[in-house]
Protein backbone atom coordinates (compact mmCIF):
# COMPACT_ATOMS: atom_id res chain seq x y z
CA UNK A 1 0.00 0.00 0.00
CA UNK A 2 3.12 2.36 0.83
CA UNK A 3 4.85 1.42 -2.98
CA UNK A 4 0.82 1.80 -4.71
CA UNK A 5 -1.31 4.12 -2.63
CA UNK A 6 -4.03 4.13 -5.05
CA UNK A 7 -4.80 0.43 -5.40
CA UNK A 8 -8.51 0.05 -3.12
CA UNK A 9 -8.60 -3.74 -3.58
CA UNK A 10 -5.35 -3.30 -1.20
CA UNK A 11 -7.11 -1.15 0.89
CA UNK A 12 -9.95 -3.66 1.50
CA UNK A 13 -8.14 -6.87 2.48
CA UNK A 14 -6.11 -4.97 4.96
CA UNK A 15 -9.88 -3.63 6.20
CA UNK A 16 -10.66 -7.57 6.22
CA UNK A 17 -7.45 -8.89 7.73
CA UNK A 18 -7.67 -6.23 10.48
CA UNK A 19 -11.32 -7.11 11.86
CA UNK A 20 -10.62 -10.84 10.98
CA UNK A 21 -7.74 -10.49 13.63
CA UNK A 22 -10.12 -8.80 16.42
CA UNK A 23 -8.26 -5.21 15.16
CA UNK A 24 -12.52 -3.97 15.06
CA UNK A 25 -11.19 -0.34 15.88
CA UNK A 26 -8.55 -0.18 13.04
CA UNK A 27 -10.35 -2.44 11.10
CA UNK A 28 -13.68 0.29 11.05
CA UNK A 29 -11.46 3.51 10.68
CA UNK A 30 -9.53 1.42 7.19
CA UNK A 31 -13.11 0.56 6.19
CA UNK A 32 -14.23 4.25 6.68
CA UNK A 33 -11.14 5.91 4.79
CA UNK A 34 -12.21 3.64 2.19
CA UNK A 35 -15.46 4.46 1.49
CA UNK A 36 -14.87 8.06 2.46
CA UNK A 37 -15.15 9.29 -1.42
CA UNK A 38 -17.43 6.54 -2.45
CA UNK A 39 -21.05 7.34 -3.62
CA UNK A 40 -23.71 5.79 -1.23
CA UNK A 41 -24.62 3.38 -3.21
CA UNK A 42 -20.46 2.29 -3.69
CA UNK A 43 -20.59 2.57 0.57
CA UNK A 44 -23.17 0.06 0.97
CA UNK A 45 -22.37 -2.53 -1.34
CA UNK A 46 -18.88 -2.48 -0.23
CA UNK A 47 -19.92 -2.81 3.43
CA UNK A 48 -22.54 -6.09 2.19
CA UNK A 49 -19.59 -7.39 0.75
CA UNK A 50 -17.45 -6.93 3.32
CA UNK A 51 -20.22 -8.32 6.30
CA UNK A 52 -20.64 -11.55 3.76
CA UNK A 53 -16.86 -12.16 3.89
CA UNK A 54 -16.91 -12.38 7.78
CA UNK A 55 -19.85 -14.34 8.05
CA UNK A 56 -18.65 -16.74 5.92
CA UNK A 57 -15.60 -17.20 7.98
CA UNK A 58 -18.17 -17.34 11.64
CA UNK A 59 -17.07 -13.76 12.17
CA UNK A 60 -20.90 -12.88 12.95
CA UNK A 61 -20.46 -10.22 15.83
CA UNK A 62 -18.27 -8.10 13.20
CA UNK A 63 -20.29 -9.03 10.10
CA UNK A 64 -23.58 -7.47 12.24
CA UNK A 65 -21.17 -4.66 13.24
CA UNK A 66 -20.22 -4.01 9.56
CA UNK A 67 -23.69 -4.23 8.37
CA UNK A 68 -25.31 -2.17 11.11
CA UNK A 69 -23.23 0.71 9.78
CA UNK A 70 -24.48 0.26 6.26
CA UNK A 71 -27.60 0.23 7.22
CA UNK A 72 -27.09 3.39 8.92
CA UNK A 73 -25.81 4.77 5.81
CA UNK A 74 -28.91 3.85 3.81
CA UNK A 75 -31.50 3.15 6.18
CA UNK A 76 -34.14 2.37 2.75
CA UNK A 77 -31.77 -0.91 1.94
CA UNK A 78 -34.16 -3.41 2.87
CA UNK A 79 -31.73 -6.11 1.52
CA UNK A 80 -28.99 -5.00 4.07
CA UNK A 81 -31.84 -5.08 7.01
CA UNK A 82 -32.99 -8.73 5.69
CA UNK A 83 -29.13 -10.03 5.84
CA UNK A 84 -28.35 -7.82 9.26
CA UNK A 85 -31.83 -10.07 11.05
CA UNK A 86 -30.51 -13.18 9.55
CA UNK A 87 -27.05 -12.64 11.59
CA UNK A 88 -28.93 -11.55 14.58
CA UNK A 89 -30.72 -14.72 14.29
CA UNK A 90 -27.77 -16.54 14.29
CA UNK A 91 -26.66 -14.64 17.60
CA UNK A 92 -29.71 -15.57 19.55
CA UNK A 93 -30.37 -11.55 19.54
CA UNK A 94 -34.20 -11.87 18.92
CA UNK A 95 -35.52 -8.56 19.92
CA UNK A 96 -33.15 -6.78 17.65
CA UNK A 97 -34.05 -8.61 14.54
CA UNK A 98 -37.67 -7.72 15.55
CA UNK A 99 -36.68 -4.36 16.00
CA UNK A 100 -35.20 -4.15 12.87
CA UNK A 101 -39.24 -4.75 10.81
CA UNK A 102 -41.35 -2.22 13.68
CA UNK A 103 -41.36 0.49 10.52
CA UNK A 104 -43.24 -0.33 7.55
CA UNK A 105 -41.65 -1.41 4.38
CA UNK A 106 -42.03 1.92 1.53
CA UNK A 107 -43.77 1.10 -1.32
CA UNK A 108 -40.86 2.05 -3.13
CA UNK A 109 -38.69 -1.22 -1.82
CA UNK A 110 -38.19 -3.39 -5.40
CA UNK A 111 -40.41 -6.59 -5.92
CA UNK A 112 -37.56 -9.05 -5.04
CA UNK A 113 -36.44 -7.68 -2.85
CA UNK A 114 -39.84 -7.49 -0.58
CA UNK A 115 -40.72 -11.03 -1.23
CA UNK A 116 -37.53 -12.28 0.23
CA UNK A 117 -37.71 -10.31 3.26
CA UNK A 118 -41.44 -11.64 3.41
CA UNK A 119 -40.33 -15.29 2.92
CA UNK A 120 -37.42 -14.51 5.43
CA UNK A 121 -40.34 -13.02 8.08
CA UNK A 122 -42.57 -16.16 7.29
CA UNK A 123 -39.95 -18.37 8.18
CA UNK A 124 -39.83 -16.29 11.64
CA UNK A 125 -43.47 -16.40 12.09
CA UNK A 126 -43.44 -12.63 11.99
CA UNK A 127 -46.87 -13.19 10.40
CA UNK A 128 -47.89 -9.51 11.43
CA UNK A 129 -45.11 -7.95 9.98
CA UNK A 130 -44.89 -10.11 6.68
CA UNK A 131 -48.69 -8.70 5.87
CA UNK A 132 -47.40 -5.75 6.42
CA UNK A 133 -44.65 -5.73 3.97
CA UNK A 134 -46.50 -7.73 1.44
CA UNK A 135 -50.39 -5.31 1.68
CA UNK A 136 -47.75 -1.86 1.12
CA UNK A 137 -46.87 -3.59 -2.13
CA UNK A 138 -48.26 -2.17 -5.63
CA UNK A 139 -50.51 -4.24 -7.49
CA UNK A 140 -48.36 -7.17 -8.04
CA UNK A 141 -48.93 -11.06 -8.35
CA UNK A 142 -46.39 -12.79 -6.96
CA UNK A 143 -46.54 -10.59 -3.61
CA UNK A 144 -50.27 -11.25 -3.68
CA UNK A 145 -50.12 -14.88 -3.59
CA UNK A 146 -47.94 -14.54 -0.89
CA UNK A 147 -50.30 -12.42 1.21
CA UNK A 148 -52.68 -14.80 0.52
CA UNK A 149 -50.95 -17.48 2.06
CA UNK A 150 -49.34 -15.35 4.74
CA UNK A 151 -53.65 -14.82 5.46
CA UNK A 152 -54.30 -18.30 5.90
CA UNK A 153 -50.72 -19.27 8.21
CA UNK A 154 -52.59 -16.60 10.14
CA UNK A 155 -55.80 -17.82 10.09
CA UNK A 156 -57.39 -14.46 8.52
CA UNK A 157 -59.23 -17.28 5.91
CA UNK A 158 -62.03 -14.28 4.63
CA UNK A 159 -58.90 -12.13 3.81
CA UNK A 160 -57.13 -15.41 2.24
CA UNK A 161 -60.14 -16.07 -0.51
CA UNK A 162 -60.49 -12.82 -1.19
CA UNK A 163 -56.84 -12.23 -1.86
CA UNK A 164 -56.59 -15.65 -3.86
CA UNK A 165 -59.76 -14.75 -5.96
CA UNK A 166 -57.76 -11.58 -7.15
CA UNK A 167 -54.77 -13.03 -8.05
CA UNK A 168 -56.40 -15.62 -10.36
CA UNK A 169 -57.53 -12.55 -12.06
CA UNK A 170 -54.78 -11.61 -12.76
CA UNK A 171 -53.45 -14.95 -14.07
CA UNK A 172 -52.51 -14.12 -17.87
CA UNK A 173 -49.69 -16.65 -18.66
CA UNK A 174 -49.58 -20.21 -17.73
CA UNK A 175 -46.94 -19.85 -15.64
CA UNK A 176 -48.86 -17.48 -12.96
CA UNK A 177 -52.18 -20.03 -13.59
CA UNK A 178 -49.92 -22.90 -12.62
CA UNK A 179 -48.23 -21.12 -9.46
CA UNK A 180 -51.79 -19.72 -8.50
CA UNK A 181 -52.91 -23.70 -8.68
CA UNK A 182 -50.61 -24.70 -6.50
CA UNK A 183 -51.51 -21.93 -3.79
CA UNK A 184 -54.81 -22.95 -3.89
CA UNK A 185 -54.73 -26.66 -3.93
CA UNK A 186 -52.70 -26.44 -0.79
CA UNK A 187 -55.08 -24.22 0.61
CA UNK A 188 -57.98 -26.63 -0.33
CA UNK A 189 -55.84 -29.40 0.99
CA UNK A 190 -55.31 -27.80 4.19
CA UNK A 191 -59.11 -27.31 4.75
CA UNK A 192 -60.02 -30.66 2.86
CA UNK A 193 -62.29 -29.43 0.46
CA UNK A 194 -60.47 -30.41 -2.80
CA UNK A 195 -63.49 -32.36 -4.49
CA UNK A 196 -65.43 -28.74 -3.89
CA UNK A 197 -62.52 -26.82 -5.33
CA UNK A 198 -61.96 -28.84 -8.08
CA UNK A 199 -65.43 -28.67 -8.91
CA UNK A 200 -65.39 -25.02 -8.69
CA UNK A 201 -62.43 -24.50 -10.84
CA UNK A 202 -63.88 -26.72 -13.57
CA UNK A 203 -67.30 -24.91 -13.88
CA UNK A 204 -64.87 -21.99 -13.96
CA UNK A 205 -62.90 -23.15 -16.79
CA UNK A 206 -65.31 -24.60 -18.96
CA UNK A 207 -66.66 -22.62 -22.14
CA UNK A 208 -70.52 -21.43 -22.08
CA UNK A 209 -72.53 -22.80 -24.50
CA UNK A 210 -71.60 -21.95 -27.68
CA UNK A 211 -68.40 -20.67 -26.71
CA UNK A 212 -65.33 -22.67 -28.18
CA UNK A 213 -62.56 -24.47 -26.60
CA UNK A 214 -59.70 -21.80 -26.80
CA UNK A 215 -55.96 -22.11 -26.60
CA UNK A 216 -56.09 -20.42 -22.88
CA UNK A 217 -58.80 -22.71 -21.73
CA UNK A 218 -56.96 -26.08 -23.19
CA UNK A 219 -53.90 -24.71 -21.64
CA UNK A 220 -55.03 -24.31 -17.84
CA UNK A 221 -57.62 -27.45 -18.53
CA UNK A 222 -54.07 -29.55 -18.87
CA UNK A 223 -52.76 -27.58 -15.92
CA UNK A 224 -55.35 -28.34 -13.58
CA UNK A 225 -55.63 -32.01 -14.46
CA UNK A 226 -51.50 -32.14 -14.19
CA UNK A 227 -52.35 -30.85 -10.14
CA UNK A 228 -54.45 -32.77 -9.65
CA UNK A 229 -52.64 -35.64 -10.53
CA UNK A 230 -49.55 -34.91 -8.75
CA UNK A 231 -51.76 -34.45 -5.52
CA UNK A 232 -52.47 -38.28 -5.89
CA UNK A 233 -56.55 -37.82 -5.58
CA UNK A 234 -57.21 -41.02 -8.27
CA UNK A 235 -61.27 -40.55 -7.81
CA UNK A 236 -60.96 -36.67 -8.77
CA UNK A 237 -58.53 -36.66 -11.30
CA UNK A 238 -60.39 -39.42 -13.04
CA UNK A 239 -63.71 -37.78 -12.63
CA UNK A 240 -61.94 -34.27 -14.43
CA UNK A 241 -60.63 -36.27 -17.30
CA UNK A 242 -63.30 -38.59 -17.84
CA UNK A 243 -66.17 -35.23 -17.96
CA UNK A 244 -63.13 -33.68 -20.13
CA UNK A 245 -63.50 -36.71 -23.01
CA UNK A 246 -67.29 -36.55 -22.70
CA UNK A 247 -67.41 -32.84 -24.11
CA UNK A 248 -67.59 -33.44 -27.99
CA UNK A 249 -66.40 -29.47 -28.45
CA UNK A 250 -62.98 -30.73 -27.13
CA UNK A 251 -60.56 -30.21 -29.91
CA UNK A 252 -58.89 -34.37 -31.38
CA UNK A 253 -55.58 -33.49 -30.07
CA UNK A 254 -56.62 -31.67 -26.72
CA UNK A 255 -58.98 -35.44 -26.10
CA UNK A 256 -55.61 -37.33 -26.96
CA UNK A 257 -53.50 -35.10 -24.19
CA UNK A 258 -56.34 -35.73 -21.91
CA UNK A 259 -56.74 -39.40 -22.53
CA UNK A 260 -52.98 -40.37 -21.75
CA UNK A 261 -53.30 -38.48 -18.74
CA UNK A 262 -56.47 -40.37 -17.76
CA UNK A 263 -53.76 -43.55 -18.47
CA UNK A 264 -51.71 -42.35 -16.66
CA UNK A 265 -54.31 -42.07 -13.80
CA UNK A 266 -55.26 -45.73 -13.99
CA UNK A 267 -51.61 -47.46 -14.62
CA UNK A 268 -50.74 -48.91 -11.26
CA UNK A 269 -54.30 -48.99 -9.98
CA UNK A 270 -55.16 -52.43 -8.92
CA UNK A 271 -58.06 -54.45 -10.76
CA UNK A 272 -57.74 -51.50 -13.26
CA UNK A 273 -56.03 -52.88 -16.02
CA UNK A 274 -58.94 -53.65 -18.30
CA UNK A 275 -60.12 -50.14 -18.46
CA UNK A 276 -56.52 -48.98 -18.62
CA UNK A 277 -56.34 -51.33 -21.87
CA UNK A 278 -59.52 -49.69 -23.14
CA UNK A 279 -58.36 -46.59 -22.90
CA UNK A 280 -55.15 -47.21 -24.57
CA UNK A 281 -56.72 -48.59 -27.24
CA UNK A 282 -58.69 -45.06 -27.84
CA UNK A 283 -55.99 -43.21 -28.05
CA UNK A 284 -54.01 -45.26 -30.60
CA UNK A 285 -57.52 -44.62 -32.51
CA UNK A 286 -56.49 -41.06 -32.15
CA UNK A 287 -52.98 -41.58 -33.65
CA UNK A 288 -49.73 -43.81 -34.08
CA UNK A 289 -48.50 -43.11 -30.27
CA UNK A 290 -45.43 -45.57 -30.31
CA UNK A 291 -45.21 -45.24 -26.46
CA UNK A 292 -49.06 -46.44 -25.90
CA UNK A 293 -48.52 -49.39 -28.32
CA UNK A 294 -45.41 -50.47 -26.12
CA UNK A 295 -47.37 -50.27 -23.22
CA UNK A 296 -50.14 -52.00 -24.55
CA UNK A 297 -47.95 -55.04 -25.93
CA UNK A 298 -46.51 -55.09 -22.23
CA UNK A 299 -49.75 -55.12 -20.20
CA UNK A 300 -50.13 -58.31 -23.01
CA UNK A 301 -46.98 -59.93 -22.02
CA UNK A 302 -47.83 -59.17 -17.96
CA UNK A 303 -51.16 -60.71 -18.43
CA UNK A 304 -49.91 -64.17 -20.12
CA UNK A 305 -51.19 -63.15 -23.01
CA UNK A 306 -48.07 -63.92 -25.45
CA UNK A 307 -49.74 -63.73 -29.09
CA UNK A 308 -51.15 -60.19 -28.79
CA UNK A 309 -47.93 -59.64 -26.99
CA UNK A 310 -45.88 -60.46 -30.01
CA UNK A 311 -48.56 -59.49 -32.58
CA UNK A 312 -48.49 -55.43 -30.95
CA UNK A 313 -44.63 -55.28 -30.61
CA UNK A 314 -44.48 -55.80 -34.29
CA UNK A 315 -46.45 -52.79 -34.55
CA UNK A 316 -44.18 -50.71 -32.26
CA UNK A 317 -42.81 -47.68 -34.54
CA UNK A 318 -39.54 -48.44 -32.71
CA UNK A 319 -37.83 -44.86 -33.59
CA UNK A 320 -40.65 -43.45 -32.82
CA UNK A 321 -40.92 -44.91 -28.66
CA UNK A 322 -39.32 -41.79 -26.20
CA UNK A 323 -39.90 -43.15 -22.72
CA UNK A 324 -36.60 -45.26 -21.76
CA UNK A 325 -37.86 -47.38 -19.16
CA UNK A 326 -40.54 -49.08 -21.54
CA UNK A 327 -37.74 -49.93 -23.73
CA UNK A 328 -35.65 -51.05 -21.62
CA UNK A 329 -38.77 -53.37 -20.39
CA UNK A 330 -39.39 -53.76 -24.15
CA UNK A 331 -35.87 -54.82 -24.99
CA UNK A 332 -36.39 -58.10 -22.15
CA UNK A 333 -39.71 -58.53 -24.00
CA UNK A 334 -38.96 -59.27 -26.83
CA UNK A 335 -35.93 -61.93 -25.98
CA UNK A 336 -38.55 -63.56 -24.06
CA UNK A 337 -41.22 -63.72 -26.87
CA UNK A 338 -38.02 -64.84 -29.57
CA UNK A 339 -38.08 -61.87 -31.34
CA UNK A 340 -34.31 -61.15 -31.86
CA UNK A 341 -34.66 -58.09 -34.55
CA UNK A 342 -37.43 -56.25 -32.47
CA UNK A 343 -34.75 -56.62 -29.26
CA UNK A 344 -32.10 -55.33 -31.28
CA UNK A 345 -33.72 -52.42 -32.43
CA UNK A 346 -35.33 -51.76 -28.87
CA UNK A 347 -31.91 -51.70 -27.59
CA UNK A 348 -30.57 -49.39 -29.69
CA UNK A 349 -33.36 -47.41 -29.58
CA UNK A 350 -32.12 -47.32 -25.61
CA UNK A 351 -28.99 -46.42 -27.15
CA UNK A 352 -29.91 -43.56 -29.48
CA UNK A 353 -32.02 -41.88 -26.45
CA UNK A 354 -29.32 -42.53 -23.67
CA UNK A 355 -26.09 -42.60 -25.41
CA UNK A 356 -24.08 -42.15 -22.32
CA UNK A 357 -25.06 -45.20 -20.60
CA UNK A 358 -22.75 -48.21 -21.09
CA UNK A 359 -25.04 -50.70 -19.93
CA UNK A 360 -27.07 -50.01 -23.06
CA UNK A 361 -24.18 -50.15 -25.28
CA UNK A 362 -22.97 -53.62 -23.85
CA UNK A 363 -26.90 -54.96 -24.34
CA UNK A 364 -27.23 -53.94 -27.96
CA UNK A 365 -23.98 -55.14 -28.51
CA UNK A 366 -24.77 -58.53 -27.33
CA UNK A 367 -27.81 -58.18 -29.62
CA UNK A 368 -25.79 -57.89 -32.30
CA UNK A 369 -23.42 -60.61 -31.80
CA UNK A 370 -25.74 -62.82 -31.15
CA UNK A 371 -27.61 -62.01 -34.66
CA UNK A 372 -24.96 -61.77 -36.62
CA UNK A 373 -25.24 -58.20 -37.91
CA UNK A 374 -21.66 -58.04 -38.37
CA UNK A 375 -21.51 -54.33 -40.14
CA UNK A 376 -24.24 -53.03 -37.85
CA UNK A 377 -22.07 -54.88 -34.92
CA UNK A 378 -19.06 -53.14 -36.36
CA UNK A 379 -20.52 -49.40 -36.31
CA UNK A 380 -21.57 -50.16 -32.80
CA UNK A 381 -17.53 -51.04 -31.39
CA UNK A 382 -16.41 -47.97 -33.03
CA UNK A 383 -18.78 -45.31 -31.64
CA UNK A 384 -18.30 -46.94 -27.99
CA UNK A 385 -14.39 -46.35 -29.06
CA UNK A 386 -14.78 -43.06 -29.32
CA UNK A 387 -16.56 -42.65 -26.04
CA UNK A 388 -13.60 -44.18 -24.07
CA UNK A 389 -12.37 -40.66 -22.95
CA UNK A 390 -15.90 -39.82 -21.51
CA UNK A 391 -16.82 -42.95 -20.50
CA UNK A 392 -13.15 -42.99 -18.68
CA UNK A 393 -12.47 -46.29 -19.91
CA UNK A 394 -9.26 -48.27 -18.65
CA UNK A 395 -6.61 -49.38 -21.05
CA UNK A 396 -7.40 -52.95 -20.80
CA UNK A 397 -11.31 -52.35 -21.46
CA UNK A 398 -10.67 -50.23 -24.25
CA UNK A 399 -8.05 -52.65 -25.82
CA UNK A 400 -10.71 -55.71 -25.28
CA UNK A 401 -13.26 -53.23 -27.34
CA UNK A 402 -10.32 -53.13 -30.10
CA UNK A 403 -9.95 -57.18 -29.80
CA UNK A 404 -13.83 -57.33 -30.73
CA UNK A 405 -13.79 -55.27 -34.04
CA UNK A 406 -10.77 -57.10 -34.94
CA UNK A 407 -12.45 -60.50 -34.31
CA UNK A 408 -15.73 -59.21 -35.91
CA UNK A 409 -13.58 -58.04 -39.03
CA UNK A 410 -12.21 -61.76 -39.36
CA UNK A 411 -15.44 -63.58 -38.95
CA UNK A 412 -16.89 -61.72 -42.26
CA UNK A 413 -13.48 -62.08 -44.36
CA UNK A 414 -13.84 -65.78 -43.23
CA UNK A 415 -17.56 -65.52 -44.71
CA UNK A 416 -16.08 -64.06 -48.17
CA UNK A 417 -12.99 -66.96 -48.10
CA UNK A 418 -15.88 -69.57 -47.70
CA UNK A 419 -17.84 -68.54 -50.73
CA UNK A 420 -15.94 -68.96 -54.10
CA UNK A 421 -18.64 -66.47 -55.80
CA UNK A 422 -19.40 -63.83 -53.25
CA UNK A 423 -18.38 -60.11 -53.46
CA UNK A 424 -15.03 -58.97 -52.57
CA UNK A 425 -15.36 -55.34 -51.77
CA UNK A 426 -16.66 -56.03 -48.21
CA UNK A 427 -13.45 -58.03 -47.46
CA UNK A 428 -11.04 -55.23 -48.80
CA UNK A 429 -12.72 -52.84 -46.43
CA UNK A 430 -12.62 -55.19 -43.23
CA UNK A 431 -9.16 -56.07 -44.38
CA UNK A 432 -8.40 -51.99 -44.62
CA UNK A 433 -9.84 -51.90 -40.79
CA UNK A 434 -7.76 -54.76 -39.70
CA UNK A 435 -4.45 -53.35 -40.37
CA UNK A 436 -5.52 -50.67 -38.27
CA UNK A 437 -6.79 -52.54 -35.39
CA UNK A 438 -4.39 -55.55 -35.25
CA UNK A 439 -1.05 -54.95 -33.14
CA UNK A 440 0.18 -58.33 -32.75
CA UNK A 441 2.68 -58.88 -35.88
CA UNK A 442 1.53 -62.22 -36.21
CA UNK A 443 -1.82 -61.73 -37.04
CA UNK A 444 -0.78 -59.20 -39.61
CA UNK A 445 0.66 -61.82 -41.25
CA UNK A 446 -2.68 -63.42 -41.36
CA UNK A 447 -4.41 -59.79 -42.72
CA UNK A 448 -1.25 -59.90 -45.85
CA UNK A 449 -2.04 -64.22 -46.04
CA UNK A 450 -6.02 -62.83 -46.54
CA UNK A 451 -5.17 -60.06 -49.11
CA UNK A 452 -2.66 -61.86 -51.10
CA UNK A 453 -5.43 -64.78 -51.37
CA UNK A 454 -8.06 -61.95 -52.73
CA UNK A 455 -5.67 -60.09 -54.68
CA UNK A 456 -4.99 -63.73 -56.71
CA UNK A 457 -8.71 -64.72 -56.50
CA UNK A 458 -9.39 -61.28 -58.60
CA UNK A 459 -6.09 -61.80 -60.19
CA UNK A 460 -4.45 -58.66 -59.43
CA UNK A 461 -0.68 -58.63 -60.14
CA UNK A 462 -0.08 -55.87 -58.06
CA UNK A 463 -2.10 -56.63 -55.37
CA UNK A 464 -0.09 -60.15 -54.61
CA UNK A 465 3.28 -58.72 -55.23
CA UNK A 466 2.41 -55.87 -52.18
CA UNK A 467 1.12 -58.92 -50.20
CA UNK A 468 4.12 -61.19 -50.90
CA UNK A 469 6.51 -57.92 -49.82
CA UNK A 470 4.08 -57.87 -46.71
CA UNK A 471 4.62 -61.44 -46.05
CA UNK A 472 9.07 -61.32 -45.98
CA UNK A 473 10.46 -61.64 -43.23
CA UNK A 474 13.92 -62.61 -42.51
CA UNK A 475 13.06 -66.16 -41.80
CA UNK A 476 11.96 -68.75 -44.19
CA UNK A 477 8.80 -69.96 -42.44
CA UNK A 478 5.94 -68.20 -41.63
CA UNK A 479 4.66 -68.80 -38.26
CA UNK A 480 0.80 -67.78 -37.93
CA UNK A 481 -0.63 -67.25 -34.14
CA UNK A 482 -3.04 -70.78 -34.97
CA UNK A 483 0.12 -72.85 -35.09
CA UNK A 484 0.23 -72.82 -39.15
CA UNK A 485 3.75 -72.64 -40.56
CA UNK A 486 4.04 -71.69 -43.92
CA UNK A 487 7.68 -71.33 -46.37
CA UNK A 488 7.70 -68.23 -48.02
CA UNK A 489 9.20 -69.36 -51.06
CA UNK A 490 6.33 -72.19 -51.42
CA UNK A 491 3.80 -69.52 -50.67
CA UNK A 492 4.59 -67.47 -53.62
CA UNK A 493 5.20 -70.45 -55.72
CA UNK A 494 1.61 -71.52 -54.75
CA UNK A 495 0.06 -67.94 -55.26
CA UNK A 496 1.43 -68.40 -58.82
CA UNK A 497 0.07 -71.81 -59.97
CA UNK A 498 -2.90 -70.78 -58.55
CA UNK A 499 -2.98 -67.45 -60.62
CA UNK A 500 -2.25 -69.39 -63.90
CA UNK A 501 -5.09 -71.45 -63.38
CA UNK A 502 -7.10 -68.53 -63.36
CA UNK A 503 -5.87 -67.62 -66.20
CA UNK A 504 -6.76 -70.62 -67.99
CA UNK A 505 -10.05 -71.15 -66.81
CA UNK A 506 -11.25 -67.64 -67.97
Known sequence: MKQQPEREDLKLRRARALLQLGRVDEGSRALDGLIAQAERAQRVMTLLQTARWLRSRNLLIEAAWVLEGALKRDEQRWDVRKELAEVYVLLKQKPDMQKLFAAPMPKEVPSEVRMEVAQFLMAQQMWLEARRAL???????????????????????????????????LCDTEARYAAWLAAAWERATELETTGEFLDAERARLWPKEKEPWDAARLSRLSVLAQQTLQSKVQAD??????????????????????????????????????????????ALKGGDAADLRLRLA???????RPDLARQTLSQVSVEKCQEATLIQRAVSAAQQLDMPDEAAAFAERLVRLQPDERAHWISWTNLLVQSGDESVLRSALREMRARAAAWKLSESVQDTLRRHLAASCWRSVSRVLADPEGSLDGAWLCLSELEQTEHDPKRRLWAAWVRGTLAMREGNETALAEAREALKTQADWLDFPDGLCFHYQRLGGFWKCRLQQLRLCH
Open 237 to 282: VEKLLRVALQDVTLPQAAKLEIRRQLIAVLDGQQNRQKDLEIEIQL
Open 135 to 169: ETSKVDFDAKLLLAKVLSLAGDDAAAEKNLHECRV
Open 298 to 304: LMYLDGQ
